[in-house]
């Protein structure tokens, strides 16, 4: 069976060429991006949150999914790479780009909580976990990626990696499903 996604989002060839140009790398990989559209699709009127906005490729993917009623906060730390995803993506009323500091802001953040949650950035994944977690609606999903070794892991990730995905599936409030598909998933549910 071929798992390549077959319905791209319309604005994703342009990212790709604006992240190209700037030497960026660190995409959202298109299987993950697929499940982001039907994650996103499952959550009629739903609220997203994205932990690492990158160039936008993830945040296309999430809204290419997302009904009009659906709403999704987007926080990257890197304006640069930022700024190619507002020129992008930011006329779209469903999306809100914050820059700053992702575990800045998970500390700060006080509002309802969120149907899906995408951590593809180290805040929400491997610092600021717990917060995260508990920004997760009931009946809601976190999702990680890049959980397989990748080019741009630093020295001595893996212990990290095996660390985060214990503590996860030992969590009581979340049911957890690993995906070695992709870049390396995990997908929990929080339970009701």
Known sequence: MDDTPHQLPSTLPALRAKAADAGFAMSCEDRTGNLLTVLAAARPAGRVLELGTGVGEGTAWLLSGMDPASR???VELDPTVQDIAREQLGADPRVTFVCGDGGT????????PFDLVFADTWPGKFTHLDRALELVAPGGTYLIDDLLPQPGWPEGHQPSVERLLAELDAR???????LAWASGLLMAVRTA
Not at 172 to 178: G, H, L, P, Q, T
Request: hydrophobic share 40%; net charge negative.
């Open 72 to 74: 999704v906060i987007s």
């Open 172 to 178: 009581e409030d979340f049911r957890c499903v690993r």
């Open 105 to 112: 802001w998970l500390e700060e953040f006080d509002g309802p």
